[in-house]
């Protein structure tokens, strides 16, 4: 789960969110990106002490934005590779396994997840 994946040509670039990976290091989203995100959870946060039932609406929106973003990205890889194969073009066993190791990783991510109580 751990293992490094190498960018390569014709790889999205980082500002792009895409199931591949965002920065070559197996991360989701682009630093930038990221960072941009974990700000607007801090200022969720911040303001749930005078709007709390605001708050948490808009960390609703966010987590909701943030799923959609992942299931889309996921959905435009798969429409890529079924594109490919529907024009007959070849898809490389080296595709396919770095597909499989995004999904591998994504799937070991899901489920070490665990919500506080």
Do not use: K
Not at 97 to 110: C, E, I, T, V, W
């Amino acid at each position: 789960m751990g293992e490094h994946i190498e960018s390569h040509p014709g790889d999205p670039s980082p500002g792009e969110h895409d199931a591949r990976e965002a920065d070559g290091n197996g991360e989701l989203f682009a630093e930038r990106e990221r960072g941009e995100l974990e700000q607007r959870w801090s200022e969720i946060q911040a303001r749930f002490v005078d709007e709390p039932r605001g708050s948490v609406e808009d960390a609703n929106r966010l987590v909701e934005e943030l799923m959609n973003r992942l299931v889309s990205s996921f959905a435009e890889q798969r429409a890529r590779l079924e594109d490919q194969w529907d024009r007959g073009d070849d898809v490389t066993t080296e595709d396919l396994r770095m597909a499989l190791q995004r999904y591998r990783a994504f799937f070991g991510r899901l489920l070490e997840l665990r919500v506080e109580r």
